[in-house]
């Protein structure tokens, strides 16, 4: 028996059983008010919540709340509020200098105040995370309670869709003598707008 032999035997002669995996379809987690859960976990996490009427309304808070923001990138259609093109550029480190990112959200999750941004919704996905302060519009009907419900979402189709990432809140970290630094490593503010 060669070598190579004598270590497969040992290895298939070792080999634990296989477990099953647990059963998942169990009740989980629900809320009163969808909304009202996912402002409070995503303000636990550094990031605020708006809800408008229109996008009308989102423009106007905009206006108000970012106005020392000069370099804006926006791309929601419905937002012209843009000083930068995104997609105007091949190279994602040009994008070093915006104040503001404007995107597009698919869902929010109101258990941990997490948003699925999908790539194609972006040219640069480094966009998402090179913003000084991000702003992600969702649609109002757009929350489910849990991440169960997330990962079941066909909007999370992973095959498909490529690239994908939830984000909650702006940049943050822990490991440092265990003090929360909000925007170590990213954005220093992030709303997420229902509209």
Partial sequence: MSSRDAILNAIRETKPTQTALPDIAIAHMQ???LAAKFSTSL?????NAVFAEDFAEVEAYIKEHYTDDKVIISNVEELALGTKEVGATEDPHTLRDVDLAIIKGEFAVAENGAVWVKEENCRH??????TQKLMIVVPKSEIVATMHEAYANP???FAENGFGVFISGPSKTADIEQSLVIGAHGATEACVVFV
């Fill in 31 to 33: 809320y009163d008010d």
């Fill in 43 to 47: 303000a636990s996490v550094g990031g």
């Fill in 125 to 130: 996905r480094a966009l998402y995370f090179i």
């Fill in 155 to 157: 909007k999370v189709a």
